[in-house]
């Protein structure tokens, strides 16, 4: 955000400029470097020679809203999960079991959107990657629940299988 407010309030020449020091141009050969800026009127406006490296390329700002609702609705499905696992895994049912997937697959998905958001950015891949990316972790979810769903009514469900792989450990 501070980026977004830092580019909003540097003017043209400014941003000139600073594309020329990146870039690793001479000032004297900067494009806005004319004599209509080096009138008396104006004054040539003086720069510090120590430049961080930054981009001068278009910055997403956020969309706006708040995201803390997501964030806490993040907690609190994963303190449900410390609930819904163990009350569902003793007490099986279509009902627990259902709870089980959606919470599980919801809690997988809002976990790899944030590997996906941090690590496939626009900046390192365009802007055609990440939307696939998004769109494919979006394909694997409803996969997931979708195979999920069809275990547990067309199956044992989950309680039933862990509840059979543990009696199968019990046994050895």
């Known amino acids: 955000m501070a980026n977004c407010m830092l ?3 540097l003017s043209k020449p400014a941003m000139a400029f600073a594309r020329s020091l990146v870039a690793g141009q001479a000032v004297a050969r900067a494009p806005f470097f004319s004599a209509t800026l080096l009138t008396p009127a104006r004054k040539p406006q003086v720069f510090s020679t120590t430049v961080r490296n930054f981009t001068v390329s278009p910055v997403r700002c956020s969309s ?7 964030w806490n609705a993040e907690r609190a499905l994963s303190l449900a999960l410390l609930g819904v696992v163990p009350v569902g895994l003793m007490f099986p049912s279509q009902v627990g079991d259902t709870l089980i997937a959606v919470s599980v697959v919801m809690h997988q998905h809002w976990g790899l959107e944030a590997i996906v958001t941090d690590y496939v950015r626009p900046i390192l891949f365009g802007t055609t990657v990440p939307k696939m990316a998004h769109g494919l972790l ?7 629940l979708g ?3 069809y275990f ?3 199956d044992i469900g989950i309680a039933g299988f862990v ?4 009696a199968t450990k019990a046994k050895e």
């Open 7 to 9: 580019r909003s309030s």
């Open 64 to 70: 706006g809203g708040s995201h803390v609702t997501l």
């Open 138 to 144: 979006l394909v694997v979810s409803a996969a997931t």
């Open 147 to 149: 195979g999920l769903f």
């Open 152 to 154: 547990n009514y067309n």
């Open 163 to 166: 509840r059979k792989i543990w």
